[in-house]
């Protein structure tokens, strides 16, 4: 089972401890919110593209009304099952960092939440997603951001000047900030306010 497959089930299983109406990180988004998002972005090609282009986002809005009204138990399944048949191949590229971000959009949720320890190989994974990904999400710093990792590994994000912060921690606590998440565990260094500026940034993609 891919790690994709592996984050599915594990947030499938988050939502349906946490309930349909639980909170998430993604803004006003309930658990029941996320599950309907999910299946409309896999499985209603003529709505997702709303989720990236503004111009089709109130399309998008009626359809995901509509999946979200559908039981909730329906809701989970859906998600469980996976995307239709022909997605099936591109499964772990398309969906490796939407489960994974998305089963901590859940899991921290709440307070007292605590970062997972991640196998080597599933961190190895996120690292190579992070590399590309971080150049977009930290496009509109002012500052130079750096990201690194306990085991020594470093990329530049974003090359700004002679300010610097530097990102440290895991590639998952590191790939979630980039997604724009702030409840993570990572180490900033820098001046106060240039850290203040990064966390702050729009870091959508």
Same mark, same amino acid.
């Given at each position: ?49 709303? &989720? ?64 997972? &320890? ?11 997603? +992070? ?15 750096? +990201? ?58």
């Amino acid at each position: 089972m891919s790690m994709a497959q592996r984050e599915r089930q594990a947030l499938v299983q988050a939502m349906a401890e946490a309930g349909p109406d639980a909170p998430t990180l993604c803004g006003e988004w309930t658990t029941r919110d996320l599950a309907a998002h999910l299946i409309v972005r896999e499985r209603r090609p003529d709505a997702a593209p709303g &989720i990236m282009l503004k111009p089709f986002a109130p399309y998008l809005d009626r359809v995901q009304a509509k999946v979200v009204q559908r039981p909730f138990a329906e809701l989970l399944d859906q998600v469980r099952s996976g995307p239709p048949l022909l997605l099936r191949p591109v499964d772990s590229l398309m969906n490796l960092t939407e489960m994974f971000v998305h089963h901590e959009d859940v899991r921290r949720g709440v307070p007292g939440w605590e970062p997972r &320890i991640l196998p080597p190989a599933d961190e190895d994974r996120l690292w190579k997603v +992070l590399t590309g990904l971080a150049r977009m999400a930290y496009r509109k710093s002012p500052v130079t951001v750096a +990201l690194t990792t306990p085991d020594g590994r470093r990329t530049v994000a974003h090359q700004a000047g002679d300010r610097t912060v530097v990102l440290a921690g895991p590639p998952s606590e590191l790939l979630l900030h980039a997604f724009g998440r702030n409840e993570v565990r990572l180490e900033a260094t820098g001046a106060p306010d240039d850290v203040a500026l990064v966390h702050a940034l729009d870091r959508s993609v």
